[in-house]
Each structure stands twice: as C-alpha cells, then as structure tokens.
C-alpha cells in the first residue's frame, strides 16, 4: 500500500511559477514510476510528467520546456517544478505511483493561473 500526499497548489498569475510536490509512504518508494496528471473541468484526465523508477522523464508536449519532473528517494517525494505557467495549465493536479500492474492516486491539489 502508497499513500500520497500533494501539495504546493494554488492561485498564479500567467508567467508565474509553483512547485508541487508529492511525499509517498507505506512501501518501496525507489522501485515505484511516479507521475502527475492533471485534469480541467469537462476534460479527461492527462498525464503531464512521468519520472521512471531509474530516473528517466517524459513529457506532455504542452508542458516540455517549462516543466520538471523530479524525485528524492531519500525524502520519497517528487517535485514538479512548474515556470512559466498558461491558464491553460489551470486544473487539479495529481500525483500517481505505479509499479504495473499496481497504480495509486493522490487526493489532488488544485493550481489556478488567472490574472
């Protein structure tokens, strides 16, 4: 069993910055692939960053080059550094752990660009 803890959400201006983070706990954080998806009302959920158990990203291509994906198996967090943010980028945020066949899913922490 992972549970998941986010934070770090809130209100931005556009061009504005925000951390998220997302702490782990209950089982072998290291040996886990985490990402963040996010989800904006009337759409479908979408993946924005995954980092894999042996530290390799990937990107949404709306999020390449403003967003960055990291992880501290010290600290069994990861950090989604976020510049540069659109209103499009407005949506709640959540943090998954998966070590396939097995998926966990964060509350979700809310990140609003709007002027």
């Known amino acids: 069993q992972v549970q998941l803890v986010e934070s770090g959400g809130g209100l931005v201006q556009p061009g504005g910055t925000l951390r998220l983070s997302c702490a782990a706990s209950?089982?072998?954080?290291?040996?886990?692939?985490m990402g963040w998806y996010r989800q904006a009302p009337g759409k479908q959920r979408e993946l924005v960053a995954r980092i894999h158990s042996g530290g390799a990203t990937n990107y949404a291509d709306s999020v390449k080059g403003r967003f960055t994906l990291s992880r501290d198996n010290a600290k069994n967090t990861v950090y989604l550094q976020m510049n540069s943010l659109k209103p499009e980028d407005t949506a709640v945020y959540y943090c998954?752990?998966?070590?396939?066949?097995?998926?966990?899913w964060g509350q979700g922490t809310q990140v609003t660009v709007s002027s």
């Open positions: 998954r752990a998966e070590n396939w066949p097995i998926a966990y």
């Open positions: 209950g089982s072998i954080f290291s040996s886990y692939a």
